[in-house]
């Protein structure tokens, strides 16, 4: 490994990886939606322009600092439960 100097110190720099890792080593989404959020997993956000009415809105800005999280649990609660509902009609007979 080649070293490599700053002024804070010199450090060896790590070759590059022989192998670059695309989609295909990713897991289905529907593994990931259910991932515990903590030290290892954050889960990709995206910016969007979303109209919603005024009334739900002021609903979720009236419990403070935060109201985008909170919008965007209850939207992922509605999905899970959604997903649980296939996945239970996959079951029957």
Do not use: C
Not at 39 to 57: A, N, S
Not at 69 to 78: C, D, F, K, M, S
């Amino acid at each position: 490994m080649a070293l490599h100097k700053t002024k804070s110190g010199t450090y060896q720099r790590r070759k590059s990886l022989k192998t670059d890792p695309t989609l295909d080593d990713v897991p289905d989404m529907r593994t990931w939606m259910v991932a515990e959020r903590g030290e290892f997993y954050r889960p990709v956000k995206e910016q969007i322009t979303l109209r919603l009415d005024k009334d739900v809105i002021a609903w979720f800005k009236a419990g403070g600092e935060g109201y985008q999280t909170r919008i965007n649990e209850a939207l992922r609660e509605y999905v899970l439960s959604k997903l649980s509902e296939e996945e239970g009609m996959d079951a029957k007979p």
